[in-house]
């Protein structure tokens, strides 16, 4: 089974999971959830509305940590561990491998320095194990460890939950790309357009050339004559 199709089925699975339950039992299925070793996308679960209705009561607790692993990274929890339940050490690594992917959006290239301080991990070797192990194995990134350059380069990384106002930017992005599309299309017709132009000019200078070399032989042949 691939892993969009293993992400589909667990996703199913905790959004009906989450509809049919209320109060603490929602909780326990959020945890289970962000919990899962498979599972790397959140939105649907996300939108339950019975999720929704934690907001401003005594489990919001567990609203705000679904939209930390929906969104957040391990800094970020670290940041609010006072207001966040404590996590589960497969919560802790399912939060760090969500980092990696956070990194690989805007970056290609992620420095072992800033990767080891993210993730907090104290050695190279110990950082190359996860990456390796929990990262490439599981296949949410593929990439080459660079010794040399103290770098990871990464090829692939899956897409994340995207955040509240991304929508819109991706949608603009996409439309700057279309309009540019268009733009290079236009371009290239034209540029055919001439092509085609000079090409048909080319023939009838030929035609041209060939009329007066056979006019001038019949001329020189009745001369001749």
């Known amino acids: 089974m691939d892993i969009e199709q293993r992400q589909a089925e667990l996703i199913d699975h905790f959004v009906k999971q989450a509809s049919n339950q209320k109060g603490a039992a929602l909780g326990s299925v959020i945890v289970e959830a962000t919990s899962q070793p498979s599972l790397f996308a959140f939105s649907e679960i996300l939108a339950v509305p019975n999720i929704a209705e934690f907001e ?39 939060l760090k491998q969500l980092t990696v992917l956070t990194l690989a959006e805007t970056n290609k290239v992620l420095p072992y320095d800033e990767l080891m301080e993210e993730l907090d991990v104290t050695n190279v070797r ?26 990871f380069e990464v090829q692939f990384a899956a897409g994340r939950d995207l955040r509240p106002g991304q929508l819109g930017s991706m949608i603009q992005t996409l439309s700057n790309w279309l309009t540019t599309s268009d733009n290079l299309l236009i371009s290239i017709q034209e540029k055919i357009k001439w092509a085609d132009s000079m090409n048909e000019m080319d023939k009838k200078h030929r035609k041209d050339l060939e009329e007066k070399v056979e006019e001038a032989k019949k001329s020189l042949s009745h001369k001749v004559c």
């Open 56 to 94: 401003g009561t005594e489990n919001s607790k567990y609203l705000d940590m679904l939209r930390l692993f929906a969104h957040g990274t391990w800094s970020d929890y670290k940041n609010n561990a006072g207001h966040l339940p404590q996590l589960v050490p497969d919560q802790v690594l399912k």
């Open 126 to 151: 110990e950082l190359e194990d996860f990456l390796i192990n929990e990262c490439m194995y599981t296949g949410i990134v593929r990439g080459k460890l660079d010794q040399l350059r103290r770098c």
